[in-house]
């Protein structure tokens, strides 16, 4: 999706270098084909914003792939014949930031996006180098859409999963657009009069804006920061026995 003129003002006017950073924004649309999806045509804008900034920015519609439900890193050795979260969970490693983007149905996020929240809560018993939850210094956000309430109980969520599993949440790190309430056109459905529904509304398109550029901003931060100090949230000092010395520099990450 083309960007509009104040968007594109913002990424022209930007001299901060995001080059180093990679974004991954997963789609979990309950839409099998990911041409089709409502979900994915907002969630490019946000795409777009990075892009523009020099950022890696891939998206991934869940729905391609085959991800069982389950709480455990490999669904094939509980039962399942085929699992493809391993390789997703790569790219998810590799992103600073992780968006995900979920339609509403009866005022909640889907039933797909409940999966990847179990899936990436497989992982929770990760540490990174510094003994910290492996979603540590990582950034996150959510993208929802619908023509249902329920945009702010979704985001809250989502918000919520993502910070307890680790990530670091900014202000402002949701957006979305539901439209008039009941039956009616999904975001970037075209109209009557030739134009696509949701793309000139000022409050999704300012809301999008704000996530996407506090995203970045924070991200850079944390990359620069070399992520969250280990002080006092480092699991090993927590193990049954350990006696742990932060006196002792090879006790400190």
């Not at 999904?186 to 704000?210: C, H, K, P, V």
Request: aromatic letters at 8%.
């Amino acid at each position: 999706m083309m960007l509009n003129d104040r968007q594109e003002a913002l990424c022209a006017a930007n001299r901060t270098d995001y080059s180093d950073l990679k974004a991954l924004l997963i789609n979990t649309s309950l839409t099998r084909d990911s041409a089709q999806s409502h979900t994915a045509t907002l969630m490019s804008v946000v795409r777009e914003i990075f892009s523009r900034n020099g950022m890696q920015a891939e998206m991934l519609h869940l729905l391609d792939h085959q991800v069982p439900p389950g709480v455990y890193p490999d669904m094939t050795e509980h039962g399942w014949d085929r699992d493809d979260w391993p390789d997703i969970w790569q790219k998810v490693l590799a992103a600073d930031i992780l968006v995900i983007g979920s339609p509403l149905w009866l005022g909640e996020e889907s039933s797909v996006c409940r999966v990847l929240i179990e899936r990436l809560y497989a992982m929770s018993g990760e540490l990174n180098d510094k003994g910290q939850s492996i979603f540590y210094g990582k950034t996150g956000g959510c993208v929802i859409t619908g023509n249902e309430d329920g945009i702010k109980h979704a985001a809250m969520t989502i918000g919520f999963a993502l910070s307890h599993l680790g990530y670091t949440i900014p202000p402002q790190a949701d957006c979305g657009w539901i439209g008039e309430a009941g039956p009616g056109p999904s975001y970037g459905d075209a109209l009557d009069d030739g134009s696509r529904a949701g793309f000139d509304n000022e409050f999704t398109q300012r809301n999008t804006t704000i996530m996407s550029w506090n995203l970045l901003h924070l991200a850079r931060m944390l990359k620069d920061a070399g992520g969250l100090p280990s002080h006092g949230n480092d699991r090993r000092a927590w193990k049954a026995g350990c006696r742990f010395d932060y006196a002792n520099p090879e006790h400190r990450a």
